[in-house]
């Protein structure tokens, strides 16, 4: 069976780059993404016929084409490999791939590995994030860019960032505007009170200009933005949602609605990914997934992560430097973070903390033995659900601090990666070949 | 102040009707979709949002989009579990969700 000299998981914009690039280089790269398309959540492609109605920023859209028209001029050294989700690692160093096209796992034996699997959204647990109804902003974002249909019935978007503003505006462009936008931060007196973080966001011109292009698309289809504002509890009524809101001067508001869109920042996402110490292979990390600077970076990104690959395996590559473009994405970040910032949630007992298996708050009381990241996995059952603690991980640790017990939120997942890291059946095991 | 579904909302405003004619069968019920679109796209414009009961007392569902979260695990012709918002729908099949409600956590006493 055919080897390449690169193997890289996830084609989004920094995957792809990588690949490119690593192909230019004269090395066999094979992509590995687990969609039926390339483009990763950012570019999710338009599923039906003719252009998309939703506007994507063209800047974006122009370097994406750019870089799909590359992967085909690569031709045979550049092989992509789609519906194809990476499980984890043999101890002999094989890369195994669930083919879901062909139900069978294909070992891969790279000389490198890059991860490029993208980020992950942070929800905070309210009561009721766990009902059907709620989604996260990104995971309704790219359905709307996937069929040009804004969700049924009506909707609230809530959490704080970037992106609940984009998606709000994409919905009103839409002709299905929210029926408001609640963030939990206070921008706009964030931004009097911290003028350097102000002015960091204003050096960035091109997302200011994206934001001011959403915030008059709000105005226009008139939806209100309520700052200082967040989700208390989301309640199921016999036909949609019970959304009770609350504002910085305590008054609360009501939200009868089909669908709620929540939305806590973006966070990296390295659950089960291959260390990128692992002896003899050189593994690096790039995206999103490493450090979350958005799209544009993530480019820049995968392109250095390209070169030093190149340098681990001796081939000759041009020497460029990337320090620069990921600095101004680092330092656009951090001024969001501050504007964005916003006060700790108090986690109510009867709130669900890990939505695979239903563990609620009050369960840490039954844990008061637990003394470390460990025992509240053992014991507890938190992280051990199917998602590997990506929703309930921060949530837990938030919990154990208040309980006494310090750890970082990728403790609660071991040290060990549970491979595999997605479900995979005894038919495409059993499929396995090693030709 | 109890805001009701009084906002006009302009659904399905592209002309998706004309070009949607494949479908796939949920527990039984026919469910339209497009060439290109997950399952859980298909789903979720039928107005299945609840996808039946789950683990934990909990309901298979939408959440994520990326595969991250594993609610919406689905089985296609019963075979072994897939992420409705990962997987392209096909014509024919019967899709039903993969995550057993028996299976309840077991938990030791701590």
């Given amino acids: 069976m055919w080897q390449p000299d690169v193997l890289v998981v996830g084609g989004g914009p920094a995957g792809v780059a990588a690949a490119v690039d690593l192909a230019g280089m004269g090395l066999s790269v094979l992509l590995a993404e687990q969609r039926d398309r390339l483009g990763g959540a950012i570019h999710?492609?338009?599923?039906?016929?003719?252009?998309?109605?939703?506007?994507?920023?063209?800047?974006?859209?122009?370097?994406?084409?750019?870089?799909?028209?590359?992967?085909?001029?690569?031709?045979?050294?550049?092989?992509?490999?789609?519906?194809?989700?990476?499980?984890?690692?043999?101890?002999?160093?094989?890369?195994?791939?669930?083919?879901?096209?062909?139900?069978?796992?294909?070992p891969v034996r790279p000389r490198a590995v890059v991860m490029a699997v993208g980020g992950v959204e942070r929800v905070l647990p309210v009561p009721g994030w766990e009902l059907p109804g709620v989604s996260t902003v990104g995971g309704l974002q790219l359905?709307?860019?996937?069929?040009?249909?804004?969700?049924?019935?009506?909707?609230?978007?809530?959490?704080?960032?970037?992106?609940?503003?984009?998606?709000?505006?994409?919905?009103?462009?839409?002709?299905?505007?929210?029926?408001?936008?609640?963030?939990?931060?206070?921008?706009?007196?964030?931004?009097?009170?911290?003028?350097?973080?102000a002015f960091n966001g204003l050096r960035s011109w091109p997302p200011l200009?994206?934001?001011?292009?959403?915030?008059?698309?709000?105005?226009?289809?008139?939806?209100?933005?309520?700052?200082?504002?967040?989700?208390?509890?989301?309640?199921?009524?016999?036909?949609?949602?019970?959304?009770?809101?609350v504002d910085q001067r305590g008054q609360t508001q009501v939200y009868e609605v089909a669908q709620l869109a929540l939305h806590d920042g973006l966070d990296v996402n390295q659950t089960g990914l291959p260390r990128q110490t692992a002896a003899g292979l050189p593994v690096v990390w790039a995206g999103d997934c490493r450090e979350v600077l958005g799209a544009e970076a993530a480019v820049q990104d995968g392109r250095q992560a390209a070169q030093q690959v190149a340098k681990a395996l001796g081939q000759p590559c041009p020497e460029a430097n990337f320090d620069d473009r990921l600095q101004s994405a680092r330092r656009l970040q951090a001024a969001l973070r501050t504007l964005y910032q916003v006060p700790t949630l108090d986690i109510m007992p009867e709130t669900v903390v890990c939505r695979c298996e239903g563990l609620r708050a009050s369960g840490f009381?039954?844990?008061?033995?637990?003394?470390?990241?460990?025992?509240?996995?053992?014991?507890?059952?938190?992280?051990?659900?199917?998602?590997?603690?990506?929703?309930?991980?921060?949530?837990?640790?938030?919990?154990?601090?208040?309980?006494?017990?310090?750890?970082?939120?990728?403790d609660l997942r071991g040290s060990v990666p549970r491979w595999p890291l997605r479900p995979v059946s005894v038919a495409a095991l059993a499929a396995y070949t090693d030709e | 102040m109890i805001l009701r579904f009084n906002r006009p909302h302009n659904l399905h405003k592209c002309n998706s009707k004309k070009m949607i004619n494949d479908r796939f069968f949920w527990l039984g019920h026919p469910v339209v979709f497009r060439p290109g679109e997950t399952f859980s796209a298909a789903l979720r414009r039928a107005g299945l949002d609840d996808l039946?009961?789950?683990?934990?007392?909990?309901?298979?569902?939408?959440?994520?989009?990326i595969g991250a979260c594993q609610a919406c695990?689905?089985?296609?012709?019963?075979?072994?579990?897939?992420?409705?918002?990962?997987?392209?729908?096909?014509?024919?099949?019967?899709?039903?969700?993969?995550?057993?409600?028996?299976?309840?956590?077991?938990?030791?006493?701590?």
Avoid at chain 1, 217 to 238: D, F, N
Avoid at chain 2, 94 to 106: D, F, G, S
Wanted: hydrophobic letters at 45%; proline letters at 6%.
């Fill in chain 1, 44 to 106: 999710r492609a338009y599923a039906g016929v003719g252009s998309s109605p939703v506007k994507r920023n063209a800047h974006h859209e122009r370097r994406w084409h750019a870089l799909l028209a590359q992967v085909q001029q690569e031709g045979a050294r550049l092989r992509v490999q789609l519906q194809s989700v990476f499980l984890g690692v043999e101890g002999d160093g094989r890369y195994l791939l669930d083919d879901r096209v062909a139900g069978r796992v294909r």
């Fill in chain 1, 143 to 197: 359905q709307l860019k996937e069929t040009g249909e804004a969700p049924l019935g009506p909707i609230l978007v809530a959490g704080s960032g970037p992106l609940p503003l984009a998606y709000a505006a994409q919905l009103a462009a839409a002709g299905h505007p929210p029926l408001a936008l609640l963030e939990r931060g206070t921008p706009f007196g964030t931004a009097l009170a911290h003028p350097g973080a």
């Fill in chain 1, 209 to 245: 200009a994206e934001a001011l292009g959403y915030a008059r698309q709000l105005w226009r289809s008139g939806v209100p933005y309520r700052t200082g504002c967040r989700v208390k509890a989301i309640e199921a009524m016999a036909q949609g949602l019970r959304v009770t809101a």
């Fill in chain 1, 365 to 410: 009381a039954a844990l008061q033995g637990a003394g470390s990241a460990h025992e509240i996995r053992v014991i507890g059952r938190f992280a051990m659900g199917a998602c590997q603690g990506r929703f309930c991980a921060r949530a837990a640790q938030a919990l154990a601090a208040q309980a006494g017990v310090a750890f970082e939120p990728q």
């Fill in chain 2, 52 to 65: 039946g009961p789950a683990m934990g007392q909990l309901r298979g569902r939408y959440f994520c989009g």
């Fill in chain 2, 73 to 110: 695990l689905v089985s296609v012709n019963g075979a072994a579990p897939v992420e409705a918002c990962l997987t392209p729908a096909r014509a024919g099949v019967q899709v039903t969700l993969a995550a057993p409600p028996a299976c309840e956590v077991h938990r030791v006493a701590a």
